[in-house]
């Protein structure tokens, strides 16, 4: 895409994939199941782990659903590509959202009583994706996909998170950096991927 050229998220809902739609409707449930359960999710600052789920879900619903158009976005104006369906393609964005996004929320509710380790995965993920997301808005000085969830939702719940494990001293140091690894991972790994198959593919032509 020209330098000049500014994104516009497509008019019609394309969400580039059934998945999505799972997403939205699972943003309702999850959030009033937090709700209902707001006294057990006090216990043990469960609340660090189980919120996880739901903000990620309505998170991927306003990257994808309402307004949607995260996949154009990501390719073009993140990753500098001429073709809005690549390198990040459906089938990756199912398995970043649905594989490693879903599968880290849930393990990190599900261990969190024995380990806060998934839970810590999760938080430097949002912390990353939050960062991505209002990094790229100051830049361009506009609104991206997904930018009001990661600030409001992910970068709050990521800061007061920390202070909470931080008071617990739930996490040891070496645990701590390896969860930081992996969080950072998950969030800044992508766009290097695309990046090195892009790479690849033009050393090929």
Not at 27 to 53: I, K, M, N
Not at 79 to 97: A, K, M, Q, Y
Not at 169 to 189: C, F, H, M, N, Y
Request: with cysteine; net charge positive; proline share 6%.
């Amino acid at each position: 895409m020209p330098s000049g050229q500014r994104y516009c998220a497509p008019m019609a809902v394309d969400t580039h994939g059934r998945w999505p739609w799972v997403a939205a409707a699972l943003v309702g449930p999850t959030w009033g199941a937090a709700v209902a359960g707001r006294r057990a999710l006090r216990r043990d600052d469960f609340w660090v782990a189980a919120l996880g789920l739901p903000i990620l879900v309505a998170h991927q619903s306003e990257e994808w659903v309402r307004p949607g158009g995260f996949l154009p976005f990501c390719n073009e104006r993140l990753l500098g590509s001429d073709r809005p369906t690549w390198p990040l393609t459906e089938r990756d964005g199912f398995h970043v959202n649905v594989t490693a996004g879903w599968g880290t929320a849930i393990a990190a509710a599900l261990l969190w009583r024995r380990s806060a380790v998934p839970a810590t995965v999760v938080l430097w993920a949002e912390a990353g994706n939050a960062a991505m997301h209002s990094g790229m808005a100051l830049r361009d000085r506009r609104y991206n996909p997904g930018l009001v969830t990661a600030v409001g939702l992910m970068g709050v719940h990521a800061a007061v998170a920390r202070h909470a494990l931080h008071r617990s001293d739930r996490l040891g140091r070496r645990e701590g950096i390896v969860a930081g690894a992996l969080g950072i991972g998950l969030s800044a790994g992508l766009p290097l991927v695309m990046k090195l198959r892009m790479r690849r593919t033009a050393s090929r032509a």
